[in-house]
């Protein structure tokens, strides 16, 4: 796929699947990036409305014992490892930054349990800057539309995507990749017939071949 086609399927995944109405604080989503991690959604947002619902600052997270963070947060993956993250995520916050979440990546990464990933998350959901949080959705689509090879680590997609979209592609880019790979390009049996961007897509061909030998066998 050549840079002009894959900058057209993203503009079309936008259109269909992005919205401006997100109201989540930056420390949630910083909350939210740290609980994450090796994490299905459909368990990381349950976790994460219970902790901040009894504890939504900084300091009263800090506060709260590290057992109680792990009964609130459970049962995300490595919980107990996550719930001493968040305790010295919200120390440093408190302790360097005033207990605001700070605007920019090198500070981000100051803190515990936040990588490129994550902060390139609070950046874009939290802030709305021009960064793309690359989870597996968006590196999945990408490699399927054929702008970065199979395999490729989640740091260098990241890197090519910011390399080739516009600040406001960016934007969109995490967020509507991710509801088009949960509703549409799933990692298993893709629903290609509905796909908006089927005619952009490496991946088909090589999908159509995998269904044809399954039937045969």
Not at 166 to 176: E, V
């Given at each position: 796929m050549d840079k002009d086609d894959f900058v057209n399927a993203v503009k079309i995944i936008s259109r269909k699947y992005y919205t401006k109405e997100r109201k989540a604080?930056?420390?949630?989503?910083?909350?939210?990036?740290?609980?994450?991690?090796?994490?299905?959604?459909?368990?990381?947002?349950?976790?994460?409305?219970?902790?901040?619902s009894v504890a939504n600052t900084p300091e009263k997270i800090a506060k709260l014992p590290t057992k109680k963070i792990e009964n609130l947060i459970y049962p995300v993956g490595f919980f107990r490892v996550k719930a001493k993250l968040l305790k010295r995520a919200c120390n440093v916050l408190i302790t360097?930054?005033?207990?605001?979440?700070?605007?920019?990546?090198?500070?981000?990464?100051?803190?515990?349990?936040?990588?490129?990933?994550?902060?390139?998350?609070?950046?874009?959901?939290?802030?709305?800057?021009?960064?793309?949080?690359?989870?597996t959705h968006v590196n999945r689509i990408s490699q399927r539309l054929g702008i970065v090879p199979e395999g490729t680590k989640p740091a260098k997609t990241e890197a090519?995507?910011?390399?080739?979209?516009?600040?406001?592609?960016?934007?969109?880019?995490?967020?509507?990749f991710v509801r088009f790979g949960r509703e549409v390009c799933k990692p298993v049996?893709?629903?290609?017939?509905?796909?908006?961007?089927?005619?952009?897509?490496?991946?088909?061909?090589?999908?159509?071949?995998?269904?044809?030998?399954l039937r045969i066998n």
């Open positions: 604080s930056p420390f949630e989503i910083l909350v939210h990036g740290i609980l994450s991690t090796r994490t299905k959604d459909t368990t990381t947002f349950p976790a994460q409305k219970r902790l901040l360097k930054f005033d207990s605001e979440v700070p605007s920019n990546k090198a500070d981000l990464m100051q803190i515990p349990g936040v990588g490129e990933k994550v902060a390139s998350l609070v950046l874009e959901w939290g802030f709305n800057l021009p960064y793309i949080a690359v989870d090519v995507l910011e390399s080739i979209l516009s600040p406001n592609l960016r934007i969109s880019t995490n967020y509507s049996s893709p629903q290609c017939g509905t796909c908006p961007v089927y005619k952009y897509c490496g991946f088909k061909l090589k999908y159509k071949y995998a269904k044809r030998m």
